[in-house]
């Protein structure tokens, strides 16, 4: 699967969007690109996926790049409750042995 | 709608003692995950469940390791006499569609700390 590169570290104020962003230049033509946050102490939360098209869910949007070689995950009004490490993955069909990386460690602050 | 739940959410065992760790996946799911995440570490890949067999089992660091799923639903991770290098949050996962759909997210639960003193 894919390598994928993100900051270490982003802070967002209260209220405003937070951007998000992952480069995973090697991606192949099968591989969706799927985002996780994991906040202190509980589980891995799925937050949204997309192959190729532009996605949105009731937590999220996810813009990919034409050339998918990277994508945004948006929250669109972040509160102090998405203070979380933010994990971009792309997966193949394949691989359910989910590889995390450091993720990107996103800091609301009030 | 409800999530994959696990139990307990701690457990502290002495060293050598056995434990059952349990999963709830999502009602439905036919496919279930056991991950470990140690402090400070990513994920570790223990044993795949696609209803009640086991294709996968490669994760699992030792025979101590074993787990089951019945009825395609609850799965009991079960290790036998416990070292202190166990000690990790044991982290179970489902997904409606198991191995080659990657257009089934998996969904985690809270996980069960264990604490092997």
């Known amino acids: 699967d894919a390598k994928t590169t993100q900051p270490t570290s982003m802070d967002c104020a209260e209220g405003r969007a937070a951007n998000l962003p992952c480069n995973h230049s090697t991606i192949s033509g099968n591989e969706y690109v799927y985002w996780y946050r994991q906040i202190h102490s509980q589980g891995p939360q799925y937050i949204i996926h997309g192959l190729k098209n532009n996605e949105t869910n009731e937590m999220a949007s996810l813009i990919i790049t034409e050339d998918r070689k990277s994508s945004t995950l948006i929250l669109p009004h972040a509160t102090l409750r998405d203070t979380a490490v933010y994990y971009c993955i792309v997966r193949s069909g394949s691989n359910y042995k989910l590889t995390f990386g450091k993720g990107t460690l996103l800091t609301v602050n009030p | 709608g409800a999530g994959v739940s696990q139990s307990p959410s701690n457990k502290v065992t002495e060293k050598g003692k056995d434990v059952e760790l349990r999963c709830d996946p999502i009602?439905?799911?036919?496919?279930l995950y056991w991950y470990r995440q140690s402090l400070g570490q990513g994920l570790e890949f223990l044993i795949y469940?696609?209803?009640?067999?086991?294709?996968?089992k490669s994760g699992l660091p030792s025979d101590r390791f074993s787990a089951e799923r019945t009825g395609g639903s609850v799965s009991t991770l079960t290790i036998q006499r416990t070292q202190q290098e166990d000690s990790a949050v044991y982290l179970c996962?489902?997904?409606?569609?198991?191995?080659?759909?990657?257009?089934?997210?998996?969904?985690f639960g809270n996980g069960t700390r264990l604490t092997v003193t």
């Open positions: 996962a489902s997904s409606a569609q198991g191995w080659g759909s990657y257009n089934s997210p998996l969904h």
């Open positions: 009602s439905g799911h036919t496919a």
């Open positions: 469940f696609q209803g009640n067999s086991a294709p996968d």
